[in-house]
């Protein structure tokens, strides 16, 4: 009676063990040899994640593709613009420039016009001489013309 609930013990252990052992997950594919052919073979739920690791790279894929057009038309845009910036540098240099000789021409035709008003005035002072000179003048001529 021992013995034979010692075996049925031991039936039933070897039974559990080997039953769990064909139920667990298998981690890795297995390597069969079928033939003279060597597969690598799958389970159900490896399978099932593979394909969903697989599609997850293809969309990676398309995304990557994706960012790198964005990627090239970003710096095309960096670019552009950066030109852009150096013609508006170029711009504002030229214009500094016209700027700086807008005021020496300015001060040039400032300094002409004080030189003219002054060429004017003493003109205008010979003018007054030349009249003042030409009434006393013809004073003296009138007065030793009346007097002879």
Same mark, same amino acid.
């Given at each position: 009676?021992?013995?034979?609930?010692?075996?049925?013990?031991?039936?039933?252990?070897?039974?559990?063990?080997?039953?769990?052992?064909?139920?667990?997950?298998?981690?890795?594919?297995?390597?069969? $040899?079928?033939?003279?052919?060597?597969?690598?073979?799958?389970?159900?739920?490896?399978? =099932?994640?593979?394909?969903?690791?697989?599609? &997850?790279?293809?969309?990676?894929?398309?995304?990557?593709?994706?960012?790198?057009?964005?990627?090239?038309?970003?710096?095309?845009?960096? =670019?552009?613009?950066?030109?852009?910036?150096?013609?508006?540098?170029?711009?504002?240099?030229?214009?500094? $420039?016209?700027?700086?000789?807008?005021?020496?021409?300015?001060?040039?035709?400032?300094?002409?016009?004080?030189?003219?008003?002054? &060429?004017?005035? =003493?003109?205008?002072?010979?003018?007054?001489?030349?009249?003042?000179?030409? $009434?006393?003048?013809?004073?003296?001529?009138?007065?030793?013309?009346?007097?002879?």
């Amino acid at each position: 009676m021992k013995s034979s609930r010692l075996l049925i013990s031991f039936l039933v252990l070897f039974v559990t063990f080997g039953a769990f052992s064909q139920v667990k997950p298998m981690e890795y594919p297995t390597v069969q $040899v079928i033939g003279t052919d060597t597969v690598i073979t799958f389970t159900f739920t490896q399978g =099932k994640k593979l394909a969903i690791l697989n599609e &997850e790279r293809k969309r990676l894929e398309e995304l990557n593709k994706i960012i790198s057009t964005q990627s090239d038309k970003k710096d095309t845009i960096i =670019k552009q613009q950066g030109d852009q910036i150096k013609l508006l540098y170029k711009m504002r240099d030229d214009y500094q $420039v016209i700027i700086t000789e807008k005021d020496a021409i300015q001060q040039t035709c400032n300094d002409e016009k004080r030189i003219l008003k002054d &060429e004017i005035g =003493k003109k205008n002072r010979h003018k007054w001489y030349a009249i003042i000179g030409g $009434v006393i003048g013809t004073g003296i001529m009138t007065y030793l013309y009346i007097t002879k």
